[in-house]
């Protein structure tokens, strides 16, 4: 396994982790306060939903030719990566709330409580709210699976890697029972953005018809280089936060003598 099909591998299990775990925690809101078997239909429809989605695009982009493939994925994943980093720059910096999984588990809960009382039989409002909710960071898997696998005519790799990241996710969230609130989903976003905006920009200019010296080995520059620009950035920011309290001056014991002369 080449290192671009290495860093492939790993940004699609990053993002697809982040992804699956924000599902996760709408589906156990509904589902511990509402119906699990409604939620859990939500989970099945939605998931349909995206096969077909995928069924459907997933040939037209692979089809596209090898130039224009990179200069489109490079550019939708340079808009993606880059959207992805903002928000975790300023979460980082402290300039937006941090995204907790509690928090939104039970501010779910509380608008599933406040819905209405719970049918006998089929919850349409559980069966809503996660069909929406997965289909939703679905789509977002979807694109991050198709853009990644089929620039490099991995989408097999692609979708093995999103498939090993949903598994472990759904795994631990049975094992606990809860939120997983424990997963550093602030760090692997600014993880996944840095990721996706080095290849975004890789490819990209690789489809512009720019050859990097090295080839896939101007990955090891690019994705440091990004990564010290964007903590460049938050330590900036941080700064403006939490600016340094200025220096309490203190008196000399010459200046308390002349200050005491003063005032006799």
Same mark, same amino acid.
């Given at each position: ?13 990053? #993002?697809?982790? %982040?992804?699956? %775990? ?20 939500? =989970?099945? #429809? ?5 096969? =077909? ?29 880059? /959207? ?14 941090? @995204?907790?999984?509690? /928090? ?10 406040? #819905? ?36 490099? @005519?991995?989408?097999?790799?692609? #979708? ?33 953005? %840095? ?30 280089? %990004?990564?010290?620009?964007? =903590? ?9 936060? @939490? ?5 309490? @001056? /203190? ?14």
């Amino acid at each position: 396994m080449s290192g671009a099909e290495i860093g492939l591998a790993l940004s699609v299990f990053l #993002a697809c982790t %982040v992804e699956a %775990v924000e599902a996760l925690t709408i589906v156990l809101a509904v589902g511990t306060t509402r119906s699990w078997s409604s939620a859990i239909g939500g =989970v099945g #429809a939605a998931t349909l939903a995206l096969a =077909v989605i995928v069924a459907a695009l997933g040939p037209a982009i692979t089809s596209l030719p090898i130039d224009v493939l990179r200069v489109l994925i490079g550019g939708l994943l340079l808009i993606f990566g880059l /959207q992805w980093l903002r928000k975790a720059i300023l979460r980082a910096s402290g300039l937006k709330a941090k @995204h907790d999984e509690s /928090q939104i588990y039970e501010e779910e809960a509380a608008a599933a409580r406040a #819905a209405g009382a719970k049918p006998t039989g089929f919850d349409g409002y559980a069966f809503t709210i996660s069909f929406k909710g997965v289909l939703l960071e679905g789509l977002e898997v979807a694109f991050i699976v198709l853009t990644f696998g089929a620039n490099q @005519h991995r989408v097999g790799l692609a #979708a093995a890697a999103a498939g090993l990241a949903i598994l472990v996710v759904v795994l631990g969230g049975v094992a606990a029972r809860a939120p997983l609130a424990r997963v550093p989903e602030n760090t692997m976003k600014f993880a996944v953005g %840095v990721m996706l905006s080095s290849f975004g920009m890789f490819w990209g200019a690789e489809g512009a018809g720019a050859n990097w010296p090295g080839g896939d080995a101007a990955l090891l520059a690019i994705i440091p280089g %990004v990564l010290i620009v964007a =903590v460049a950035i938050v330590r900036t920011l941080s700064r403006t936060v @939490h600016p340094t309290p200025p220096k309490k @001056h /203190q008196t000399t014991p010459t200046e308390t003598t002349d200050q005491a002369t003063v005032s006799a």
